[in-house]
């Protein structure tokens, strides 16, 4: 099937041959025409030419620390000060996340739990890698959830983490206390746990998700195919997709969310059977992004995605019925993840619960 007719079947408006010969005139729907398979591998040639202007970001907004009543600190200054003084990690530093100056002002923030270093190795991911990680700091939760409390004009905290398969509970237990100190210091913050599939466990993935946490997000990464080439070999498609499902039959009124990478080899027929699944399994929030090699030892690009076919994404998810869906070049699973829409649905679902509307 190809990618238009996939949407239009989607959408309910079936597309003949002539119509789909018509509309790839236009030049968004031609950026949108399907690509043969590819597998992404190391070493691997990256795409020719530079890198897609797309791509740029402005730097982070600063202030000048104090020294001039004219440049008051930002929302930025304030979070990083706040990291230091605690010894906290962010997801965002970690992975040289090119959003951190948007997400920090504009009022959302992603703090790595459980150390810096990942019992996994997937092909992706630039974080360090160890069978034996330090073990956990004891103190993280409360110390995570005073800095966390202090913060002004940040709403929407994401908690992440590095895998620890080498922890009996994978580290559920230690998320579900950060998450309990932080609805106990400021209770009006949202909080979204974006965490590892547990090795599959349905105790782990029951402990977080009836913890008091807002949106419980798991990363199903890239399509079905792709999986064995992209993560590393104790992650899995099936895997991911039963870790969301529990995770809502755990909790119904919970929000799902995932996040694939596009620019990896994957095809639109592919894409889509990735997108039905999720919406199989009760997924509410999926996000799109593109796929950029942190260093020549990891994963070649495949190709640079035009925006438009993450626009053509969105639509798509979008007429699915998925409850919020964010694409684009630079979209990563938590970016902006408090931006307003988001933050609205969830706070209006907290006040129908409440009997409050």
Known sequence: MSSLVAFAA????PLGRNDTARNLRCPVLRACADAAPSVPSVGAPMPPGRRPNW???PAPQRSTHGKSTANPKTHFDEVEQSLRELNLHTVCEEAQCPNIGECWNGGTATIMVLGDTCTRGCRFCAVSTSASPPPPDANEPFNTALAISSWKGISY???TSVDRDDLPDGGAGHFAQ???YIKTLKPEMLVECLVSDF???QDAVCTLAQCGLDVYAHNIETVRRLQPFVRDRRAGYDQSLRVLQMAKEAKPELFTKTSIMLGLGETDAEVLETLQDLEQHNVDVVTFGQYLRPTERHLSVVNYVHPDKF???QDVAESMGFKYVASGPMIRSSYKAGEYFLDHMIREGRNVGAGLS
């Not at 989607?10 to 408006?13: E, L």
Request: hydrophobic share 45%.
């Open 10 to 13: 989607v959408a309910g408006k």
């Open 55 to 57: 791509f740029h970001v």
């Open 157 to 159: 905290i994401v908690l």
């Open 178 to 180: 950060t998450v309990k």
């Open 199 to 201: 090795q599959g466990s």
């Open 311 to 313: 626009k053509y994404w």
